[in-house]
């Protein structure tokens, strides 16, 4: 199987943009969606996969790169699994996270007064498609338990970190350092698995 020495990242998300890189072989080269100057396609998908399929397969075929894309968000379970694939969009247009973050809380807060006192179970959840690789699609689900924290805390990662305490952890993903955190998200365990087509 021949090697994939060029690889789109198929997404305008620094944040996501540098946590794959930094996950990726160092003998590929990747380019940014920013380096086409392409906007992201509309997400009419209703799971993290179908998302991250339209997104690898328009980005591929608009740059003729193969691609990897990512779609990923929090699920949180006393909010029957929302945010999920709207976890960009409930921070606006300008994907204002710390938004987004305020209206988790205030879901919580309608539901239960007393969620603070409880354990608010919580993954993340992350989508990677390859697309333009002998035309075959790849998809695969890497997903990360944990609970949300009563307050945000740590400036490290981005989205929802600060308010992700994973499994058997006391840190956020906001606190937790970037080199530990990439070694336990959700990104990671699909990355492990979509590892094998690059």
């Excluded at 990897?68 to 379970?77: A, Y």
């Excluded at 498609?129 to 949300?148: A, H, M, P, R, T």
């Excluded at 945000?152 to 993903?173: A, L, S």
Aim: charge should be positive.
């Amino acid at each position: 199987m021949k090697k994939i020495s060029k690889l789109l990242i198929g997404t305008n998300n620094k944040g996501k943009f540098l946590e794959i890189c930094d996950l990726l072989p160092k003998y590929i080269k990747t380019y940014s969606t920013a380096d086409f100057k392409l906007k992201s396609p509309k997400e009419y998908g209703v799971t993290f996969e179908e998302n991250s399929l339209i997104k690898s397969r328009y980005f591929s075929k608009k740059t003729k790169l193969i691609c990897l894309s990512d779609d990923s968000g929090l699920e949180i379970d006393i909010l029957n699994k929302e945010p999920g694939i709207y976890s960009a969009r409930w921070g606006g247009k300008k994907s204002d996270f710390n938004k987004a973050i305020q209206k988790v809380y205030r879901k919580l807060f309608k539901k239960d007064k007393n969620w603070k006192q409880k354990k608010i179970k919580a993954r993340f959840v992350c989508a990677l498609s390859l697309y333009g690789f002998n035309k075959k699609i790849s998809s695969v689900v890497g997903k990360v338990e944990g609970y949300i924290s009563n307050e945000p805390r740590g400036k490290n990662g981005f989205g929802y970190d600060p308010i992700f305490i994973p499994k058997n952890k006391k840190k956020t993903f906001g606190e937790i350092k970037p080199s530990q955190k990439y070694k336990i998200d959700h990104r990671y365990f699909a990355f492990q698995k979509i590892k094998k087509f690059l």
